[in-house]
């Protein structure tokens, strides 16, 4: 190594070394900067989550710095790419919270990242504000101060509403549960257990799948065996498609009403297969739209492409994103600075008239009450000749 | 009975898209001694081409001819720029680096291009199953191995009747001796991957009704396939094809009799199981190297 290497190297480490030891770095600072970060898949088979999110955020963003911004400043938005790989959303809450320093961030599509989060959130100190990862966990997770918020749906209340529905439908409440063989889907299983046991009863048979699985006849077997008469599915699309042609190849017809991941685009892969699936959302861009939402949609075809309503892809994400940075916005405004901690503290104070519900309030200081969208807002949707509708637009029952 | 039926028609189409990833595994390793990691993605590029292909209006014959002919392309630059400089170098695997890189970079690209979500590749042979005793199947599941064990067939006379096929086989038995009677190696070299390629590609077309086209559907595919023509012996394509069958066969009855999460537990515990039993294979030829 040259002599002014070296120097260089010895230089910047004392620089460093300096920089901790008076603890400089940037999140110490009082005053975060404002932006709103995000880890979400923007790559690899979700990447449309990490798309639903980022279209809702942008939307919110826009508006909100079209009337002033907060506290004077304009307010930004960074999105970085996960790929649903837990590490890398550790890596970039990181990222968010102490190199961008951002006064917040949007959680992305994955639980399994979600929950991975957890840590390195309450290490910063930062707001985390779910949109769809739905792990009941990732929220109640036993911390005080729990800075783990979310503006989507809860699993543990996704649960019931699922189960309500499956036994409406079921004369004999014998209901069977296919739940892939993930983080989501696991922490899901015994939300369903529980629910089942609240109405007095319990599941006939309870199967599992793995991501990309090509066939599920032995898994749908047992549980027709076992007498089921409707099917509470929790998933995603592709093996949705495949749920719903093994059915069809075992000649079997039972209810079925899942999660909202198969709200992508099962109907296009299973075609009429699909049809009168029952999918729970938070929000639906289908049929006719409130006058606030067809402008947002107008936006959408105007700034992503979008040409009809059926191409947005997990809607319940781009309206739950822009619920979200609206309400983080207020609590800025409510806390009358960028600081952290007088954000997080903001958080319970506000209210808000928003595109899925009406928060009032958006949180209360109980670990249960850090989700926002109550069950009541919950919908339930069918799949419908490949459109997601709402159930009201479909002759399915 | 309708049950054990139905595992095993299931698993027969599962296992037929195993083996149709093993055979190109197989011609790879037979001329090259070296295989193409990035062979899922092969398939995955057939499949999403020709729904491409097919968005810009083309007819289903001519798009997937065109997908098997960027397949083809893709084969023989991968061969190329992948794989020649690093195989020809004593004990080298360099060559294990760059393919399964270049098929991080296929997919990242494919999921940038083609969208993340799964798509369909219509088909009429998943209109509806067929039923067989009470069971259900579609025709294009049992189409996959039908034309697994046609194209080894056909591949098994191609190797023996013609000038081409007779080279291919003389650089499987010894590329030196073989380069020194006067067979071009890297010329032959280059037509496996190309060939291997081409049935990739075709493959990717076949399995997509069943499976749907998606960026990422190549990677747990070129696995099972790997292993598949590890536990067959990659040197015999009868032996992959066959062991492919098997696997997709063994791997249905786990998730039916067992449960499905024992099921990788079991598949590759098999793999090991019989690496340790025959370490060429279960159908493979033991290499002698001279020294």
Known sequence: MSKIALRTAIGGAAVFATAIALGTGPANAAEANPCIGNSGPVTGPAAFGGKSIRMGAEMAVDEINAAGGVLGKKLKFIQYDDRGAPPRGVDNVRRIGLRDNCVAMLGGYHSTVALAMRDPIHEIKMVYVGVIAANTNVIENGRNPNYMFRVSAKDRWVSKFLVAEALKRSPNNKVGIMYENTGWGKGAYPNIQAALREQGTKEVGAETFNWRDTDMTPQLIRLREAGAESLVMWGLDREGNQIMRSLQKIGWNPVKIGAWGFAGNLGELAGKLANCSLIMQTYSWMGKLEPRAQKLYATMQKRYGIKSQKEIRMGSGVANAYDAIHIIAKAIKAAGSFDRQKVYEAMFKVKHNGLVMNYNPAFEQTEERHDAILPDAYKLTAWYDGELLPLEQTPCK | ?291
């Open chain 2, 1 to 291: 009975m309708s049950a054990a039926l139905q595992y095993f028609l299931a698993g027969l189409g599962i296992g037929g898209i195993y083996a149709l990833v093993a055979i190109g595994f197989h011609i790879m390793w037979s001329s090259a001694k070296a295989v193409n990691f990035a062979h899922g993605d092969t398939l995955m590029l057939g499949a999403v081409l020709t729904i491409v292909f097919l968005d810009h209006g083309f007819a289903m014959p001519v798009a997937i001819l065109l997908s098997i002919g960027v397949a083809i392309v893709f084969g023989v630059v991968l061969e190329r720029v992948a794989i020649r400089p690093f195989a020809d170098q004593a004990a080298s695997i360099g060559w294990m680096l760059t393919t399964i890189a270049i098929g991080i970079m296929l997919e990242s690209y494919a999921t940038i291009e083609f969208g993340a979500f799964a798509r369909p590749l219509p088909s009429p042979g998943v209109d509806k199953p067929i039923i067989i005793f009470g069971a259900g199947v579609f025709i294009q599941e049992l189409l996959i191995p039908f034309v697994a064990v046609v194209i080894v067939v056909l591949l098994g006379v191609f190797q023996r009747r013609t000038q081409l096929g007779r080279a291919m086989r003389a650089v499987a038995f010894n590329r030196v001796a073989a380069g020194i009677v006067g067979v071009n190696v890297l010329h032959v070299a280059m037509f496996s991957f190309a060939l291997a390629s081409a049935l990739g590609g075709l493959a990717g077309i076949l399995v997509a009704p069943v499976i749907q086209a998606s960026a990422t559907m190549g990677l747990l595919l070129g696995i099972k396939g790997f292993a598949v023509a590890i536990i067959g012996g990659i040197t015999s394509a009868p032996g992959v094809v066959i062991a492919g069958l098997l696997y997709g066969i063994i791997e249905k009855f786990v998730d039916g009799y067992i449960s499905t999460a024992a099921r990788e537990a079991v598949g590759f515990s098999l793999v090991i199981i019989v690496l340790m039993l025959f370490p060429q294979g279960l159908f493979g030829r033991r290499e002698l190297i001279k020294v």
